[in-house]
């Protein structure tokens, strides 16, 4: 799996089922017949890979949504953006 | 010709039989799948002998098995029957697990195999509850009757032992099918007033035997049981939105739970105690 680069445009598998069940979400992808047990805010970073945005845009969208003087946001974010690409969830490109 | 047409969920087949020896075996095989379904058959596998007495056993005239083995003709036709029938199963939810029911109530295992499903259900239908499939069970959408792929008990070598033991002086009986890999028992074998019901289903169990694990029975989430049941789904390309959404609310409505056991000390107790708490 290629590095993720800052100015990759991520875009979500539109074939995948989102699922919320109380606090947890459930992402299902046909193509790989994964299931892939997520929490919300990786269900709004898969929602926010749409092809236009910027994985930087995405993490400034979520630091200025959820502010925070946690410096592992960043990484938290860049971390789930590398796990939906491994499971196909999303495309970067 | 005598043709049993074996009907599962919206899907059917039909298998047509030329000697007294087959039919008996379909017969045998089948005894606890409905004959009669909502849609006709849509494949009809054919069983014939040859001039050198060698089985054949096709589907729409495709080659499927040939040989002289009988065990190993029933378990070419149950794969081939229950590959077919779930083909085109769209109704409901399919799922691989066993199922039983404990005073009416009804539980199932849902596993891929080796996770000792059947050797479970064995024991379990030894211990009193009614066995109804180590295999398939239908849900229709929305709904928690659950309808069993009602197969003998398909009983792997490395678990004989156990099963030898709940057979008992059964356990050289004539109507037990010794396959290459697996042997077909049954359940009235091991239990002679097992009774064949369609129960609600009450809860889920995950079952996991590990020879080196402590007994642990773990409380699953919604998310948790439907991300499990999805691995356990058989015809979900047949469903809308993949049978995920229906999966998931199945798993909002039933309590689940990751059975983790190295034997069977403690499991029935647990069950048991669960279900008649409900």
């Not at chain 1, 995948?16 to 790989?32: A, F, I, K, Q, S």
């Not at chain 1, 993490?59 to 200025?64: A, D, G, L, N």
């Not at chain 2, 049954?186 to 079952?207: I, Q, S």
């Not at chain 2, 015809?235 to 959404?245: H, S, V």
């Amino acid at each position: 799996m290629a590095e993720i680069k800052l100015d990759d445009k991520p875009i979500r598998n539109e074939s995948c089922h989102m699922e919320e069940l109380d606090d947890e979400v459930l992402l299902y992808n046909p193509t790989n017949n994964k299931t892939l047990y997520i929490n919300k805010s990786a269900s709004v970073i898969w929602q926010l890979c749409n092809g236009e945005l910027a994985v930087e845009d995405i993490i400034t969208m979520i630091q200025e949504a959820y502010p925070s003087d946690d410096n592992g946001l960043r990484q938290d974010i860049l971390d789930t953006l590398n796990s939906l690409a491994e499971n196909d969830a999303v495309t970067l490109a | 010709m005598p043709t049993r047409n074996l009907s599962f969920g919206d899907s059917s087949i039909e298998i047509v039989t030329h000697s007294d020896e087959t039919t008996d075996l379909v017969n045998m095989l089948f005894k606890g799948v409905p004959d009669k379904g909502i849609n006709p058959p849509h494949a009809r596998l054919e069983i014939s002998q040859d001039r050198d007495e060698e089985y054949r056993l096709t589907r729409d005239e495709k080659q499927i098995y040939k040989g002289d083995s009988l065990a190993a003709l029933a378990n070419s036709l149950m794969d081939t029957s229950i590959y077919n029938l779930a083909d085109k199963c769209s109704s409901g939810l399919l799922f691989h697990a066993a199922c039983l029911s404990w005073k009416g109530k009804g539980i199932i295992l849902p596993a891929q195999s080796g996770h000792g499903k059947t050797t479970l259900s064995a024991w379990l239908l030894s211990n009193g509850f009614d066995y109804l499939t180590d295999e398939l069970v239908y849900l229709p959408l929305e709904s928690r009757q659950a309808m069993c792929f009602g197969r003998p008990l398909n009983v792997k070598y490395g678990a004989r032992e156990i099963i030898d033991d709940l057979l008992g002086e059964n356990k050289d009986d004539e109507s037990i099918v010794a396959g290459p890999v697996a042997m077909l028992v049954p359940p009235g074998l091991v239990r002679a007033d097992n009774k064949t019901v369609e129960p609600e289903v009450d809860m889920v169990f995950f079952p996991h035997y590990r020879a080196d694990a402590e007994f642990s029975l773990e409380k699953l989430s919604a998310a948790q049981t439907g991300m499990a049941l999805m691995s356990c789904l058989v015809n979900a390309r047949n469903l809308a939105g993949d049978g995920f959404p229906a999966t998931v609310s199945l798993a909002r409505k039933i309590p689940s739970y990751q059975l983790t056991y190295p034997d069977f000390e403690g499991v029935l107790g647990t069950i048991t105690g669960l279900l008649d708490e409900r």
